[in-house]
């Protein structure tokens, strides 16, 4: 059983703005084929994978057909947004197992846990990775992998280099604009393209998120 607001309060003002998310990120993507998409923030507890699990739940409540990676070696895994079995996960298969992508209970939305790496070798600088990536972008309409914060790990510009884009999401309140500088230079510099920004846990009263993530949309269009 899952647990996301958009799947409980479909109603509430983040529900309507990840689905608002939602629709930018498809007209954006739209010339794309088998989209790829990485979503990070600057730091822990910005809320990436909330909006990164709600944001897959409601592109499969379109229809679309989408994997969620859990792609964060430190999180807190998806377990807060689903019921799945540990399975070894993204990890385990990049180290050879035998591993699939289970059903998240919504539909067209199946999902990937991220696992625990045996040995020492890095686990996403192996070259299974990019077969892998590949393997599952032909069987999605769109896969979607949640890395770690940009600033504390080297994670989301190593997987990003195999993806259409990325989509950074800030917390209101928690971010410099410093943050937003260096993490904009790091994807540019490793020529990996932002597509979108989302101020996340934004006061109804101080701001209009949907207005934030077009303003950004329209920024990197350029
Ligand atoms: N818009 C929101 N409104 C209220 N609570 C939120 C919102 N977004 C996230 N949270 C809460 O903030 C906490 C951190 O969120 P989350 O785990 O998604 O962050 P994260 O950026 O993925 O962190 P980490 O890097 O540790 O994985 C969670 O308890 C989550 O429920
Ligand atoms: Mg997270």
Redesign the pocket.
Same mark, same amino acid.
């Given at each position: 059983m899952a647990k996301l607001w958009i799947e409980s309060e479909p109603l509430n003002k983040?529900s309507d703005a990840v689905r608002t998310l939602r629709e930018s990120l498809f007209a954006h993507i739209s010339d794309i084929e088998n989209p790829l998409i990485i979503t990070s923030?600057p730091h822990?507890?910005? +809320?990436?994978?909330?909006l990164t699990a709600n944001l897959a739940g409601a592109i499969g409540q379109s229809g679309k057909r989408v994997l969620l990676i859990d792609g964060?070696l430190n +999180?807190?895994g998806l377990g807060d947004y689903f019921q799945h079995e540990s399975n070894g996960g993204f990890v385990k298969i990049i180290e050879g197992g035998d591993v699939q992508a289970v059903s998240s209970g919504i539909e067209n939305l199946d999902i990937l846990p991220c696992g625990i790496p045996k040995g020492n070798k890095h686990p996403f600088d192996s070259p299974r990775v990019i077969d892998l990536l590949q393997k599952y972008r032909k069987g999605y309409d769109i896969v979607i992998i949640d890395t770690?914060?940009i600033l504390e790990s080297s994670d989301p510009v190593v997987l990003g280099k195999h993806a259409s884009g990325i989509i950074l999401v800030f917390r209101a309140g928690n971010f410099q604009r410093e943050d937003e500088l260096v993490a904009r230079e790091l994807l540019e510099r490793s020529g990996i393209k932002i597509i979108g920004a989302v101020i996340?846990?934004v006061r109804e009263q101080d701001q209009d998120p949907y207005y934030t993530y077009q303003r950004h949309l329209e920024m990197n269009r350029k």
């Open positions: 983040f923030s822990r507890g910005d +809320g990436c994978t909330t964060d +999180g807190e770690a914060p996340n846990g």
